[in-house]
Nanobody, 122 residues
Framework: QEQLVESGGGLVQAGDSLRLSCVVS????????MAWFRQAPGKERELVAR????????DYHYSVRGRFTIARDNAKKAVYLQMNNLKSEDTAKYYC???????????????WGQGTQVTVSS
């Protein structure tokens, strides 16, 4: 069973930065498209950013475009989310996910981490 382990969340102030990391145990990591989702209390899980297996393609939720950057290191089997200029509305639990297809739908991601909490105080 593939394991995804997120880290890097925390409590920060508006305008601060955080870098989330997700390390994947699966040896076929380089063949998976990766994504970060988030879910705030009472809201649906939403796609924040995704990156193709090669790293050549990325895609962002409109609300984080220009502030967040997704990247991956296939040698380290890791994916990252650099979050700058954080806002209170970014407060959520952030999840790393892996998919065999290039998709925006959460239901198409086969593997998920346990999540890491990001709380931004205004």
């Amino acid at each position: 069973q593939e394991q995804l382990v997120e880290s890097g969340g925390g409590l920060v102030q508006a305008g601060d930065s955080l870098r989330l990391s997700c390390v994947v145990s699966e040896r076929t990591f380089s063949s998976a498209h990766m994504a970060w989702f988030r879910q705030a209390p009472g809201k649906e899980r939403e796609l924040v950013a995704r990156i193709s297996r090669s790293g050549d393609s990325t895609d962002y939720h409109y609300s984080v475009r220009g502030r967040f950057t997704i990247a991956r290191d296939n040698a380290k089997k890791a994916v990252y989310l650099q979050m700058n200029n954080l806002k209170s509305e970014d407060t959520a639990k952030y999840y790393c996910a892996a998919a065999g297809t290039w998709t925006v739908l959460a239901r198409n991601y086969e593997s998920w981490g346990q999540g890491t909490q990001v709380t931004v105080s205004s």
